[in-house]
């Protein structure tokens, strides 16, 4: 398929200077509502048509939905309730995720987080390192001092340096897609400037809170990653995407950047290098298939966040029409050490041909839950009964989310693997974001099936009917669930076979294979399911 022709870029690169979703957000909080006079106002101030300043409105939740309170529904706290879905008041409304799965149930009461039965402010997240060397915990459990690599790369070093050592490491995105890193960088540097390096920090995936971890306890080491990354290809501007739930990660990215100026670490000409490099944050409306790239651009640019059909990829045409390298949080956060102790170092930790190392978030059905980097190719066993200690207060484990809701679960007979991608592609599941959540005995398989069905039909994007479509017919099986229905059985298998080869996307085809393999871990085929 040939690419768009290239001279349409400067039709979206006005609007990269637009806050549209800020301003309707504003909007929203002054009124209870976005009211035609908002959306007008809005259209004339961005210079964009009404129609894509009302579809904007009418797509993410901060918008629709303004409300004080945010009560997490995301798995882990679904699973913290005993299988009962959030049930938010008038002044509330359930989301998916509010990184405290370590200390579920959360609430959000405007900036202030709360977790547990007794909601109390959250306590800190729990952290450590068990691979053989910290590298995404480098600075918070190890020696590694914030700007080093960055300050010894400008005075000693050339940029071209920085993407070999990223080559040798044999980096991938630690986002779901597992990209190599190197070949992304490679291609934006085939087209020309200006370029942007936008980190991912809007970690959607119910179960995982590591990108919150690293933005709010080591934002410096992602910033410092965002440069690295920046220098290599020859990008000088950089955009942290912070997800509107997690607004203390948000400030203490603001923090840090204006620290990073005021020590010349940011800005033009660092240190007399001729390099110029500078990053702001902004913040998501409320939307979890956002965090696919192509959503993720849209979104930033004000408009709905739905998934665009490839190519042209963002390598080439990303944000405001130019060629954008997007990484993940955490993959950002590893190039730093990758740099300093060379990339051969890093290919020695996990497997050939997977390497380095990840990190992967307990929810607090743990006896010890938390955030741990380990190695790929650590047994899963290990990490659920030694590292995470078991389920606590007895409780039996029926299964494993992995990956988030489009990961995917396994049984408690099926750990002795490794945490590595094609060990879980052969039992059906992806690694995902690398949160694992345990699913004791006290939930019940059908209430499970439904929250899964509710978050899809939820945050589909709507832009390909396969999803659009199928997610709600799934969520309409699910009710049905404790009903003898004689086509269930064929109804179930064609919808997700349908979603599976038709969805524009990997949140259709996730969808598909998670619900495949609840089905499989819980024996609901063998009632005629599938």
């Known amino acids: ?77 679904f699973v913290a309730r ?36 007794q909601r109390t402010p959250a306590p800190p997240i729990p952290y450590t390192c068990r691979a053989a060397e910290p590298v995404v915990l480098a600075g918070l459990v190890g020696d590694a001092q914030p700007w080093q690599v960055w300050t010894e790369v400008l005075e000693t070093r050339r940029p071209h340096e920085i993407w070999h050592e990223v080559v040798r490491s044999g980096l991938r995105g630690r986002g779901g897609a597992e990209y190599v890193v ?48 920046g220098a290599a290809v020859g990008a000088d501007r950089g955009i942290v995407l912070v997800r509107s739930e997690y607004p203390a990660a948000a400030r203490t990215m603001r923090a840090a950047i204006d620290q990073a100026r005021a020590s010349g670490q940011l800005g033009r000409d660092i240190h007399g290098s001729g390099l110029d490099f500078d990053v702001t944050v902004k913040i998501g409306a409320g939307a979890y298939v956002a965090g696919e790239e192509t959503a993720l651009l849209r979104s930033l640019e004000g408009l709905r966040g739905t998934v665009q059909t490839r190519p042209p990829y963002p390598t080439e045409c ?92 396994l049984a408690p007979d099926e750990l002795d693997i490794g945490l590595a991608t094609a060990d879980l592609a052969e039992r059906g599941v992806s690694l995902g974001h690398g949160s694992l959540v345990a699913v004791p005995d006290t939930v019940g398989a059908v209430d499970l099936l439904r929250q899964l069905w509710t978050f899809a039909a939820r945050e589909s994007c709507g832009a390909c009917a396969p999803c659009r479509v199928g997610t709600r017919r799934g969520q309409e099986l699910a009710e049905r669930m404790d009903a003898a229905a004689p086509d269930a059985d064929a109804t179930m298998r064609r919808l997700l076979d349908i979603m599976r080869t038709g969805s524009m996307c990997a949140f259709g085809t996730g969808v598909a294979a998670a619900v495949r393999s609840l089905l499989r871990v819980y024996g609901i085929h063998d009632r005629g399911w599938l």
């Open 1 to 77: 398929m040939a690419s768009r022709p290239r001279d349409w870029t400067a039709v979206r690169a006005h609007r990269v200077t637009a806050s549209v979703t800020g301003w309707l957000r504003d909007a929203a909080d002054a009124h209870g509502e976005i009211r035609r006079g908002d959306i007008d106002a809005v259209a004339t101030a961005a210079h964009l048509p009404l129609a894509t300043v009302a579809g904007s409105a009418s797509f993410y939740a901060d918008l629709t939905e303004p409300r004080p309170i945010s009560v997490c529904d995301g798995t882990g706290c």
């Open 82 to 117: 005993g299988g009962r879905p959030a049930e938010p008041g008038a002044d509330e409304r359930s989301v998916y995720c509010l990184g405290s799965c370590y200390a579920a149930p959360a609430e959000l009461h405007g900036d202030t987080l709360l977790s547990g039965p």
């Open 182 to 229: 190197s070949a992304k960088w490679r291609a934006a540097v085939r087209n020309p400037g200006p370029r942007y390096v936008i980190a991912n920090g809007d970690e959607g995936d119910p179960g995982s809170y590591c990108d919150r971890l690293l933005m709010e306890y080591d934002p410096h080491r992602v910033l410092e990653g965002m440069a690295l990354c």
């Open 318 to 409: 990303g944000y405001g029409g130019r060629p954008t390298v997007l990484q993940n949080v955490e993959t950002l956060a590893a190039v730093p050490w990758i740099v300093r102790n060379c990339g051969e170092s890093y290919a020695k930790l996990g497997r050939p041909e997977e390497t380095g190392t990840k990190l992967v978030c307990l929810n607090s059905e743990f006896t010890r839950p938390g955030v741990y980097e380990v190695e790929f190719g650590a047994s899963l066993r290990w990490i659920v009964e030694d590292l995470g200690g078991g389920l606590r207060d007895g409780h039996r484990l029926r299964a494993l989310q992995v990956g988030g809701p489009l990961g995917g679960f």
